[in-house]
C-alpha cells in the first residue's frame, strides 16, 4: 500500500509590491514609506486655521489690528524681506550654524555612543562624568561659553553642538545596548571579527534608535539656536526677531516663526525618510 505524502504550501517571502485581494492587508503589515506629505486630508486643517485667521483679523474681532495683522499681510512681508535680501541673508547665517554644530555634535554623539555602548569598560569609565553634564540645559552653557569664545560665530556653534551631543550620544548607547546578544553570538560563532560584528551586526540594528534621537535633536537645534541668536549673536533669525520686536513689527516677528517652524518639520521629515531608506528592507523581513 502506497503512502500518500501530504504537500504543504511552501510559504515564500514576499517580494516586490503587495499584490491580490491580500495587499491591503500586507501594506499594513509592512511599513511603507512614510509619506513626506500626508496629501489633501492634511492640509484641509491648515487651510481652515489660515482662512480663519484672515477672517478674524480683516473683521477686527480682536482689538487691535496692529498686534494680529491678517495671514495675507504677513505673507507680504515675507515677500518684503525676500526681495531685498534681509530674511535670505539671516535664514542662511542661521542655517549654517545649525548645520556645522549639528553635524559635528551628531557625529561625535554617534562616535562616543559607539564605544561607550560596546565597550563596557569605556562605559564604567566615561559614563559617569558624562551623566554630570547631561542634565545641564544646553543655553544654561550660553554665559560661560561666551566668555570662553566672546560674541562670535563660535558661540552659536558650539550652543547647537552641546544642544546635539547628549541626547544622540544616550540614544545611541541605548541603541547598542539594546542589540539581541543573540545575533552578536551567532556572527562570533561563525568567524566574524569584532569589527565586523560591530559594522555588519550592532550598528544597523541600533540604527533605529540613533536616528529617533537625531530626528528630535534637529527640531531642537533651530530652537536653541534661535534662542542664542536672540541673546547674543547681531545675525540670524533669532537677532530678527529681536530687532522686530524692538520696532513692534509683529508681521516680520510672525515671519521669523514661521521659517522656524517650517526648518524644524523639514529636518524632522529629512531624517524620518533617511530612516526608511536605509532600515526598511531588513525591518521588511524582521517583522515578517
Not at 21 to 35: A, D, G, I, Q
Not at 42 to 55: D, K, M, Q
Not at 60 to 86: D, R
Request: aromatic residues 14%; positive net charge.
Amino acid at each position: 500500500m502506497k503512502k500518500i505524502k501530504a504537500v504543504y504550501p511552501v510559504r515564500k517571502m514576499p517580494t516586490g509590491k503587495p499584490q491580490g485581494k491580500y495587499s491591503f492587508l500586507t501594506k499594513m503589515r509592512f511599513n511603507e514609506s512614510p509619506k513626506l506629505s500626508n496629501g489633501a486630508y492634511s492640509l484641509i486643517p491648515v487651510l481652515v486655521f489660515l482662512s480663519i485667521w484672515e477672517i478674524v483679523a480683516r473683521l477686527g474681532l480682536i482689538p487691535g489690528n496692529f498686534f494680529f495683522p491678517p495671514f495675507t499681510v504677513v505673507i507680504q512681508e515675507f515677500y518684503h524681506l525676500t526681495a531685498n535680501g534681509i530674511l535670505i541673508a539671516n535664514f542662511l547665517s542661521s542655517l549654517r550654524r545649525v548645520l556645522i554644530g549639528f553635524s559635528f555634535g551628531s557625529i561625535a554623539g554617534i562616535t562616543m555612543g559607539i564605544l561607550l555602548g560596546y565597550e563596557q569598560n569605556l562605559h564604567k569609565i566615561a559614563h559617569p562624568i558624562l551623566s554630570l553634564f547631561y542634565p545641564i540645559p544646553a543655553l544654561g552653557w550660553l554665559p560661560i561659553l561666551m566668555l570662553w569664545f566672546g560674541i562670535g560665530e563660535m558661540l552659536p556653534i558650539m550652543i547647537v553642538f552641546i544642544c546635539s551631543f547628549f541626547p544622540v550620544f544616550y540614544n545611541t548607547v541605548s541603541g547598542i545596548k539594546n542589540v539581541n546578544r543573540d545575533f552578536i553570538k551567532a556572527a562570533q560563532s561563525l568567524g566574524a571579527s569584532e569589527w565586523k560584528v560591530l559594522t555588519t551586526v550592532v550598528i544597523p540594528l541600533a540604527l533605529p534608535n540613533i536616528f529617533t534621537g537625531l530626528r528630535l535633536e534637529a527640531g531642537m537645534a533651530w530652537r536653541v539656536i534661535i534662542a542664542a541668536e536672540m541673546v547674543a549673536i547681531p545675525t540670524g533669525i533669532g537677532a530678527l526677531l529681536m530687532r522686530a520686536e524692538s520696532l513692534l513689527r509683529i508681521d516680520i516677528i510672525i515671519v521669523c516663526l514661521i521659517v522656524l517652524a517650517v526648518m524644524c518639520w523639514t529636518f524632522e521629515r529629512f531624517f524620518i525618510y533617511l530612516e526608511y531608506k536605509l532600515t526598511h528592507k531588513w525591518r521588511q523581513y524582521a517583522q515578517y
